[in-house]
């Protein structure tokens, strides 16, 4: 990535934006989540989006519109406050034919609640972890200003902030994105994999939004540039005056509920990256106890949460690959 590149400076390999990510509990009060996604709506204005697309319950099926309008959108929220749709997906600009455009230059709102987002295995872990849905918002950069404030970004963490203590959310963060123009693969944040350990950019790929959202109600993926952290979260790195004392950022501020926002630096748009990873990684080794950054350590907590020894679990996880295996073939067959 480049640790001593300034923002002006970026590559032409990677499509580079600001995203905002919120995981939440979720449950059928649609009307809830209907507010959490306005939110996000009324920042920008329902007359800003020109495309979208739905998951529609009956037919497990997607819909998209590419000629949008207010009256659209007005009825996709009502069928969603009423329990008829999964997902809602909200541009900007058009998708196709030019993704990094769309990516790099649009606003783009993705709210997750279908079941299929559903914590899988061992009805044990299922029921503890309950069901997770999540909203990602992306944003260009030119939105921000580099090491300082902008009046939009106070906008946006305003509007987290108080969704995350109205709606009472698992776990949000604002930080800068960024998404390789030829992907190493497809579902997995290989971006974050790579960057962790210095300044760690995020592709807000699948393995955020889906494959281990329900855990966020107890952990976090990975230490970002504004991180709200919940109860939860607050006891395990030993409460509010712990944090405090700690200092591992330069903001700290308690919320009400019991909750915490964390922020390193004034703006997700670092003047200097290797300035930055010092303090990013500062921060990480404090909130290390709810960290879950790799596959190891995600299934690390599963197998402490069953009680099984390495092997054991090794050979359960086998056993469960090949009955899905299995059960994709008779489907299809």
Known sequence: ??????????????????????AFQFNDDFEKWAKLLQGFIDLEGTDSFVEGKVHL???????????????????WMRE?????????????????PDWKRWLAEGTNILLFTAPAVRTKGNPIIADHFGRGGC????YPVSRFRIGEKSGFQERLIDLVKRQFVNL??????VHLGAQPVMPFSVGSDHVFEQSKDAFPFTSFDYDIKVYIIDFFKEYAKGVFWTNFLNPVHVERLGGVDAIKKAEPCSVIEELEGGGVLLQVDDSPLPRDFKEAAVKYQRLRSFLRPILLETGEEFGDVQRKMLGLSHEEYSQSCEEAAKNKALRKILKSG
Not at 83 to 94: A, F, M, N, T
Not at 135 to 138: A, S
Not at 168 to 173: A, E, N, V, Y
């Open 1 to 22: 990535m480049g640790l001593n590149m300034n923002v002006s400076e970026m590559n032409s390999k990677n499509i580079y934006f600001v995203g905002s990510y919120s």
């Open 57 to 75: 319950k009956e037919t497990d099926r997607w819909k998209r519109i590419t000629r949008f309008d207010g009256a659209t959108l007005s009825k």
């Open 80 to 96: 969603f406050e009423e329990g008829k749709l999964g997902d809602i997906h909200l541009y900007s600009i058009s998708e196709k």
């Open 135 to 138: 909203i990602t918002v992306t």
């Open 168 to 173: 009472r959310l698992s776990w949000s963060f």
